[in-house]
């Protein structure tokens, strides 16, 4: 016959406070940090545009890489001529000139634009640009412009 175990007394256990009932819910932090890990899946989308073939917008600009939340377009070999009817966009714009030189009216300021230069156009900016020499730029687009028809 196997020797009996000895008799033991249960205890209540404390009453716990808020922090440590809530904290006692929790799976230990690297838990956590292994069960994030698992279920987030990363976009791995790659895209590469070559601007020889790129499509074309309405005003010359190509159209560049595109992702969800901003896109990228370039103004190549733009000529001075009369500036465009002031616009404003849904979309914020930020560019770089790459050479030339061009006048960025912008609510009411006159910012010349040369090469090296940056510059944003906030969205719902009323600007338009004058081009004084040949004029070529990298612009990127939040979001992206050409889609549902910010452009127009």
Request: charged residues 20%; hydrophobic residues 35%; contains cysteine.
């Amino acid at each position: 016959m196997p020797p009996k175990a000895p008799a033991t007394t249960a205890t209540a256990a404390p009453p716990l406070s808020r922090s440590r009932a809530a904290a006692s819910c929790l799976p230990p932090a690297h838990l956590t940090i292994s069960l994030v890990h698992q279920f987030t899946m990363s976009d791995t989308t790659v895209t590469k545009v070559d601007s020889r073939h790129s499509p074309k917008g309405h005003d010359g600009e190509k159209y560049l890489a595109s992702g969800k939340h901003v896109s990228m377009r370039l103004w190549e070999n733009e000529q001075p001529g009369e500036p465009k009817a002031p616009a404003a966009r849904p979309y914020e714009t930020v560019g770089f000139v790459l050479s030339g030189r061009a006048e960025l009216h912008i609510e009411g300021q006159v910012v010349i634009l040369e090469q090296g230069n940056s510059w944003v156009v906030p969205k719902d900016s009323s600007h338009t640009y004058n081009i004084l020499e040949s004029f070529s730029a990298v612009e990127a687009t939040s979001p992206p412009a050409q889609v549902h028809g910010r452009e127009e």
